[in-house]
C-alpha cells in the first residue's frame, strides 16, 4: 500500500516573519489575477512569489516566472527567510473554520508520500485532469525541486488511530498557531518521537490512500520521477501530502453543482431528448416558491433510492430527475455527465472539450442568482457524495469527471515546504 516516511520541513523563520498569515496562500489553482497582485502586494515573501509568480511580456527562457521563483527560494534559503528543520518530522496540523455557523477541526498530517503509478493501488484518484496544469506544474518543479503546497489524500482509518491519538494529549512540539484573514486558525506540531513516527509509518501502510485534492500535482510528480532530469534531488520520488482520515470530525465536503451556459437550438433539443429517455421528470414547482431547504430534502430523498438529479431550468422551473433501476449502482455526478452532458456539450470529443460551458458553484443561492438573470441555461443539482463511495468507485479503478468533490476548506501553501534535497 502507500509508503510514506517523516521529512525534514522548510519552514518559515519567525523570528524574522511572525506574522505568518502574511505569507500563505490558498492553492494556486483558485488565485485569480486579482488573487495573486493582492498576494504579491501583501508580503515581499509571500510564498506566492514560489508557488504563482506573475507573467510579464519581457519573459523569455533565462528571465520568467519560474526562474524567478527559483531565485527567490535561493535567496530565502540563505537569508534564513525559509530554514529547513533539524530533524525529521511528521507534521501534525489543525486546521479551524466555521461553515454555515457551525464549528469544524480538521486534523492531519503533513508526510512525504511515496508517487506511484495508479496501477500499483496504493494512491487512488478520483478524478480526470487536464494537460495544461500539469505542464505548468512540471515546469515549477523541475526549476525549484521543492513541493510548496501539499496534496490532499484521504484514507480509511479503520481503527480510529487519529482519535487514540488525540485522546489524552496532543503530540509533537507546536511550531506556531495563526490565524488567517478568512477566520481560518492554523495550527502544526512535529513529531519527532521516532516510536510514534514508526506507529504512524506502520499504520499507513497498510491503507489505500485517495487523492481528495491535488491530482495535477501528483501526476505531475510522478512525470518527473519518471523522467530522465539529470539533477533530480534523492526526494524526487517524494510528494508532500496531508493525510486525512475519512473518519476525521473536520472532514466536510460540499456538493458541487453544475450551471450550464447559454445552448443552441439543436443543444436544448438534444438535452430535451436525452432526459426523457434517460430519467423521470417530476415537477417541483417554480423557482419564485422553491424553498432551497426542502428542495434540497427532496433530492437526498430520492437519491437513497435511484441516483437523483436536481434541474433548474431557464423558464424558472424545478425539476427532479431520477434516473432508471439499472442505473441504481451509478453516482448522480457519473450519470449527469456520461448522459447529459458529455453528449449535448461535447459528442465525440474527449472530457475536456466542455469546460466552457460549465461553471460549478457549490450553493443554492449562486445557482437561483445565475438562472434568474439568464447567464445559466440550465443548473444541475447534486447531493454531496458520500466519501466512502468516493472511495469504492477509485478501487475499482473508475475515475469520476471533474469537480465532482469540494473538500472545504482548500489547504493552504506555505506551512511546510518538502525539498528533494534537503528533506531527509
Known amino acids: 500500500m502507500a509508503e510514506i516516511r517523516p521529512f525534514r ?170 490565524r488567517k484573514d478568512d477566520e481560518q486558525v492554523h495550527q502544526l506540531r512535529a513529531i519527532t518521537e521516532p516510536r510514534l513516527q514508526e506507529k504512524i509509518t506502520t499504520y499507513l501502510a497498510g491503507q489505500p490512500l485517495l487523492i481528495a485534492d491535488g491530482h495535477h500535482r501528483y501526476e505531475t510528480a510522478l512525470a518527473y520521477a519518471n523522467s530522465t532530469e539529470p539533477k533530480k534531488g534523492m526526494g524526487s520520488n517524494y510528494i508532500l501530502s496531508a493525510l486525512v482520515s475519512m473518519k476525521d470530525r473536520g472532514l ?50 430520492y437519491d437513497s433510492e435511484l441516483p437523483c438529479i436536481g434541474m433548474i431550468t431557464a423558464d424558472k422551473t424545478g425539476f427532479l430527475l431520477p434516473g432508471h433501476q439499472e442505473d441504481g449502482s451509478h453516482l448522480p455526478v457519473v450519470l449527469l455527465h456520461e448522459k447529459i452532458l458529455r453528449p449535448v456539450l461535447a459528442p465525440g470529443e474527449n472530457h475536456e472539450a466542455d469546460k466552457d460551458m460549465l461553471s460549478y458553484p457549490h450553493d443554492m443561492e449562486t445557482v437561483m442568482q445565475a438562472v434568474s438573470s439568464g447567464s445559466a441555461e440550465t443548473a444541475f443539482i447534486l447531493n454531496t457524495l458520500p466519501v466512502n463511495d468516493v472511495l469504492k468507485r477509485a478501487q475499482q479503478g473508475r475515475v469520476m469527471p471533474q469537480k465532482s468533490t469540494f473538500f472545504y476548506p482548500k489547504l493552504p501553501g506555505g506551512l511546510v515546504l518538502h525539498h528533494h534535497n534537503l528533506s531527509y
Open 252 to 301: 466536510l465536503v460540499l456538493p458541487t453543482h453544475r450551471l450550464v451556459a447559454p445552448l443552441t437550438g439543436k443543444q436544448k433539443a438534444e438535452m430535451d431528448k436525452i432526459i426523457n429517455a434517460s430519467f423521470k421528470y417530476v415537477e417541483y414547482g417554480s423557482t419564485n416558491e422553491i424553498n432551497e431547504d426542502s428542495y434540497l430534502h427532496k433530492l437526498s430523498a
Open 9 to 178: 520541513g522548510i519552514r518559515y523563520n519567525l523570528t524574522k516573519l511572525p506574522q505568518l498569515e502574511e505569507v500563505i496562500t490558498p492553492p494556486y489553482d483558485v488565485i485569480d489575477s486579482n488573487g495573486q497582485d493582492r498576494l504579491h502586494k501583501r508580503n515581499p515573501y509571500n510564498i506566492v512569489r514560489l508557488e504563482y509568480g506573475k507573467k510579464f511580456p519581457s519573459d523569455n527562457e533565462n528571465n520568467n516566472n519560474y526562474t524567478r521563483a527559483e531565485k527567490n527560494l535561493t535567496e530565502w534559503l540563505e537569508q534564513d527567510i525559509l530554514c529547513a528543520d533539524k530533524h525529521p518530522a511528521y507534521y501534525l496540523y489543525e486546521q479551524s473554520f466555521t461553515y454555515n455557523s457551525a464549528e469544524y477541526t480538521r486534523r492531519g498530517i503533513f508526510a512525504a508520500l511515496k508517487v506511484e503509478d495508479y496501477t500499483s493501488h496504493a494512491v487512488l484518484p478520483h478524478e480526470l485532469t487536464m494537460s495544461a496544469p500539469k505542464a505548468d506544474r512540471l515546469k515549477l518543479l523541475g526549476q525549484l525541486k521543492t513541493n510548496i503546497s501539499p496534496i490532499f489524500t484521504l484514507y480509511p482509518d479503520p481503527d480510529n488511530m487519529f482519535d487514540a491519538l488525540f485522546s489524552q494529549s496532543t503530540p509533537g512540539r507546536l511550531l506556531f498557531k495563526t
